[in-house]
């Protein structure tokens, strides 16, 4: 018991730090995750699921699959595909299904798999798997319409692909007599029915529930859990795997109930996929043994290259045909389909019961779906941001500023923002406050920030910050942490000084975000150093005109707000710590008016024209 103890201890350990490394290289996470379990298995024998865990090892990998699927159904809303609905539908069907038909055609063709295990292992591949998408889409930066239809596609496809699974493996029971066909129909159309049914009436009944009050708080995670368990366990007794199309339907029916705690338990439940994902890529890869590797060979690749290269591409390009997205949309969306924890998870079932069977293929295609999984995430991996990019559909520019609050103040810090090329755009749900910022053609967002449409219709991906710069600070702690999971804490400022009221009047710390300024100042003050004449500049670093000139030629009361790298990237000073301004960043400040005596006659640094108003010393 004790050794397995720490082998769960090492998994989870190791997972992480996989997922912690990942993001500093910039690498996707699940490549360093099965390179993590082939360590772990494979190549040292440190840890053999099979061997270590008995019996509970599948159970707890379905389980596990399941509450994966369930957090991502509750990512799906259907506001957020009204302009991408029909190229949703037509990518899983009939898209989904030309891809099982071409894949069981690659399997037994190219592969060299019998029939049976050909068309179970074609269906099975119709899934493009969340646990690898979700992590890709994170770091590509997509525009929003692909991005939404490579998700839906992702988490709908999963339960899809599966059930597909079970369909072909019952078909070929009636085949070979085991069961009669009217047996073999109405199992499926019941395990369907209570699925949709029991998934869908779930999820409304804790809805209701929730938004009653007859559920703690404190008790919501853990009823939302034990009831997608339940679910899972119950509808896989009508059906196998019929439990995960049950989890993803409920998840859907949550995400869109306006359910007011949604937010906290979507949150809860992504820290815990995140270690459900790093653990089972880790235990998955880990149960491959030596015979199942070296199977994999010249068919196996033959396979894999016709399923990457023609048959998902083919399918993408007819099933959207006549659909609103462009060419470009159709190429990556055709390109881009990772398989991940489910295939593995749903193959492992299938190629043991179909060697129960006398099917000898099964265990081949446990291996051809590695190698699919491997190839896959490794292609489509590394290849998403620079093909995004080439076609169109990634920003290539470094994450702006979004300001929330259409003061003059805010409006001068946009204009200043936008002649640096930083993207900004500022967000008011008052008309007339826009008005300056419209006149002068920076992008503005007319609407509540916390609205749901807001969140829906802003790309996020294009603001790596968020300035709160009403003159409320309440609401401007409100909204910082409102979006404080979304862009990052460390990159929500707000003006104002919270710190400064008494302690009836504070808020707690646990609010609101970074203070832009210190001490604070709020809009009133703000704005009235701009009608004093107070004004934004940008300052280029050169080797004549360090840091430390540009602080010596500043009158005292400047307030550096930030400045850009040359690669855009943006540094606050507020959250900068030790880090100073190096040479060629650009220094964004707020300064007083200098009085004329005071203006010292410098010349070693050059005017700069790409920033007109630059203030050279």
Request: glycine content about 10%; hydrophobic content about 50%; proline content about 5%.
């Amino acid at each position: 018991m004790e050794m397995i103890a720490l082998k769960l201890a090492a998994i989870g350990a190791t997972g992480i730090a996989a997922q912690w490394l990942a993001w500093r290289l910039r690498l996707p996470a699940i490549v360093l995750l099965l390179a993590a379990g082939f360590a772990m298995g494979p190549a040292t024998g440190l840890i053999d699921p099979v061997r270590d865990f008995g019996e509970v090892y599948k159970p707890v990998v379905g389980l596990a699959v399941a509450i994966i699927l369930f957090e991502g159904g509750l990512t799906l809303n259907f506001r957020e595909i009204r302009e991408s609905s029909q190229a949703v539908q037509r990518v899983i069907f009939p898209g989904g299904l030309m891809v099982w038909i071409g894949a069981a055609l690659a399997a037994h063709f190219a592969g060299g798999l019998d029939w049976p295990a050909a068309i179970v292992l074609g269906a099975v591949l119709v899934v493009t798997g969340p646990t690898v998408i979700m992590p890709l889409l994170r770091s590509a930066k997509l525009k929003q319409r692909p991005a939404s239809i490579l998700r839906w596609e992702a988490i709908v496809n999963d339960p899809i692909g599966a059930l597909y699974a079970v369909v072909a493996f019952e078909v070929y029971l009636v085949w070979l007599g085991a069961e009669s066909a009217a047996e073999a129909f109405t199992g499926i159309l019941i395990a369907f029915a209570f699925a949709i049914g029991a998934g869908f009436g779930l999820g409304r009944l804790l809805a209701w529930a929730f938004g009653h009050g007859h559920v703690p708080d404190f008790l919501k995670a853990p009823v939302l859990f034990s009831a997608v368990i339940a679910l899972f366990a119950i509808s896989n007794q009508l059906l196998e795997e019929s439990g995960l199309l049950a989890v993803t339907i409920m998840g859907i029916a949550l995400a869109n109930s306006k359910l007011a705690a949604l937010g906290e338990v979507r949150r809860f439940k992504e820290t815990v996929t995140i270690l459900l994902v790093s653990g089972l890529f880790i235990v998955l890869t880990a149960a491959l043994d030596w015979p199942t590797i070296r199977s994999i060979d010249w068919r196996a690749a033959a396979f894999v290259a016709l399923l990457l290269f023609v048959v998902r591409p083919l399918a993408m390009f007819v099933a959207t045909i006549g659909s609103p997205l462009s060419w470009q949309e159709r190429l990556l969306i055709g390109w881009i389909a990772p398989r991940g924890i489910v295939a593995v998870a749903v193959i492992g079932l299938f190629g043991t019961l179909l060697v129960n069977i006398g099917v000898e293929d099964g265990t081949r295609m446990i291996a051809y779906t590695f190698a699919v999984v491997v190839a896959s995430i490794v292609l489509h991996g590394f290849s998403l941001g620079p093909l995004s990019r080439r076609l169109g559909l990634r920003s290539t520019e470094e994450p702006g500023l979004l300001i929330v609050g259409g003061s003059r103040w805010a409006t001068a810090l946009a204009g200043k923002l936008d002649e640096m090329d930083v993207p900004v755009r500022i967000s008011d749900p008052n008309w007339n406050h826009l008005s300056d910022a419209r006149f002068a053609g920076i992008p503005v967002h007319y609407g509540e920030i916390l609205s749901e449409h807001a969140h829906h219709h802003l790309d996020l991906n294009r603001y790596g910050a968020l300035l709160a710069a009403t003159d409320n600070d309440a609401y401007n702690a409100l909204v910082c942490t409102d979006f404080g999971p979304d862009i990052g804490r460390t990159n929500i400022f707000q003006i104002g000084d919270m710190n400064q009221q008494s302690e009836r009047q504070a808020m707690s710390f646990t609010l609101g975000g970074r203070q832009l300024f210190e001490p604070g100042l709020d809009l009133f003050e703000l704005n009235r150093r701009m009608r004093e004449g107070w004004t934004f500049q940008s300052t280029r670093l050169t080797d004549e005109f360090t840091h430390e000139r540009f602080v010596e030629t500043r009158a005292r009361d400047t307030r550096v707000i930030l400045w850009r790298k040359p690669g855009g990237r943006l540094v606050f000073s507020a959250a900068s710590g030790n880090q100073k301004p190096q040479k060629n960043d650009v220094i964004l400040s707020f300064a007083p008016p200098r009085p004329k005596k005071d203006v010292p006659a410098v010349t070693d640094a050059k005017p700069q024209p790409d920033l007109p108003d630059a203030q050279a010393p």
